[in-house]
């Protein structure tokens, strides 16, 4: 989606067929949408492997604890919320 600045920005609203920043416009979503694409495929073929290697450091880390702000909308309150992993 981003890469339709850049080409409105290239081209502008009336740009048709005949123009000579036409094709520019369309290299510029086509390689955007081309790297989106490759990013995807990446992130998506390498979940395994991060979670292998997450699951490998908590067992490495041990018991842990964590306290995080929490938001609670049906009361509309702010709050902790405290925990431990293991």
């Known amino acids: 989606m ?3 600045l850049p080409a409105i920005a290239i081209c502008g609203w ?3 067929s005949g123009d000579t920043e036409y094709d520019l416009a ?3 979503i086509g390689t ?3 790297l989106s694409a490759a990013s ?4 998506i073929a390498r979940v395994k492997h991060n979670v292998r290697e997450q699951a490998a450091r908590r067992t ?3 018991a842990a604890w964590y306290i995080a702000p929490v938001y609670t909308p049906e009361r509309r309150a ?3 919320s405290v925990g431990v992993t293991f």
Do not use: T
């Open 26 to 28: 369309w290299l510029v």
């Open 14 to 16: 009336s740009c048709s």
């Open 60 to 62: 490495a880390e041990g």
């Open 40 to 43: 995807a495929i990446y992130d």
């Open 32 to 34: 955007g949408a081309g």
């Open 78 to 80: 702010l709050g902790l």
């Open 2 to 4: 981003l890469s339709f």
